[in-house]
């Protein structure tokens, strides 16, 4: 139940730790360029680990549980960009250097606030 509780504070965090870090239109990131959408989904991905291992939350799935305390000192290089999820989509995806089943993908919408997934296999 306790962990249950955390995965849900840690939801309800990731969708506030979305933001805008560009234009405040609300088209800013129609049409922008992959490096811009992933560096957007990149800063996203991280604020939301970072949260992650401070609270504790258990990233968990069939290949195991990602240890709280590499969530909270995650930086630039332990994220693999993978690529876009496709040519159409502004939704990209990352992994962890040290745990590639652990896939992040960082959706960014047409006003620049980007939503988080994740899936460990």
């Known amino acids: 139940m306790k962990s249950l509780i955390r995965l849900g504070l840690l939801a309800l965090t990731a969708m506030s730790l ?6 405040s239109g609300p088209q800013a990131c129609l049409g922008m360029s992959e490096q811009k959408g992933e560096h957007l989904a990149q800063e996203s991905i991280k604020k939301f680990l970072h949260y992650a291992g401070q609270t504790h939350a258990p990233l968990t799935g069939p290949s195991g549980t990602l240890n709280f305390q590499r969530l909270e000192r995650v930086g630039d290089n332990d994220l693999v960009y993978e690529g876009p999820t496709s040519s159409v989509s502004y939704a990209y995806v990352f992994h962890l250097s040290w745990a590639p089943w652990a896939k992040f993908t960082g ?3 047409p006003n620049c606030k980007v939503s988080n997934n994740w899936v460990i296999n």
């Open 107 to 109: 959706t960014v919408s």
């Open 18 to 23: 979305s933001g805008c870090w560009t234009d």
